[in-house]
């Protein structure tokens, strides 16, 4: 019977023993609702609701869109993508100004786009925005 290489063996079993792992990361990653796919920017214009519905100094957050729009002291609204730099998770929770990821807890603050906490380095996506007959209006910037 000739001599088996203890090596490969050594090998396969690692290799066998990473597959599930490696799976795993990538789960983890992906989107919350188990979909398996990141969330998606606005590519269009998107009537997100009443002008009113964003109130000075405020922000509000457009799940079914991802975007969320704030509205300075000063009355500019502000629109960024709320998909997360890190991973692309869709961001579902605002706190105050403060976005947080649900997926690594990334915090980007609402009226900037800026990452405030990690694991995120990149800002958030700036789209652009208005106020039209009443309504907020985002989509691509321009």
């Known amino acids: 019977m000739p001599a088996r290489s203890s090596a490969s063996r050594r090998t396969v079993l690692r290799g066998a023993a990473a597959a599930p792992v490696a799976g795993l990361g990538l789960a983890a990653c992906s989107a919350p609702d188990g979909s398996g796919s990141a969330a998606a920017v606005p590519t269009a214009p998107v009537d997100l609701g009443a002008e009113s519905e964003v109130a000075k100094g405020a922000a509000k957050l457009y799940r079914d869109h991802n975007v969320v729009v704030s509205r300075g002291k000063d009355g500019e609204?502000?629109?960024?993508?709320?998909?997360?730099?890190?991973?692309?998770?869709?961001?579902?929770?605002?706190?105050?100004?403060?976005?947080?990821?649900?997926?690594?807890?990334?915090?980007?603050?609402?009226?900037?786009?800026?990452?405030?906490?990690?694991?995120?380095?990149?800002?958030?996506?700036?789209?652009?925005?208005?106020?039209?007959?009443?309504?907020?209006?985002a989509g691509p910037a321009d």
């Open 77 to 137: 609204l502000k629109a960024y993508s709320t998909v997360c730099t890190h991973a692309g998770c869709p961001i579902n929770k605002l706190q105050g100004t403060t976005l947080i990821c649900p997926c690594h807890g990334s915090e980007f603050d609402a009226v900037t786009g800026k990452v405030v906490q990690a694991p995120a380095t990149v800002p958030l996506t700036k789209l652009s925005v208005k106020a039209a007959n009443g309504r907020i209006v």
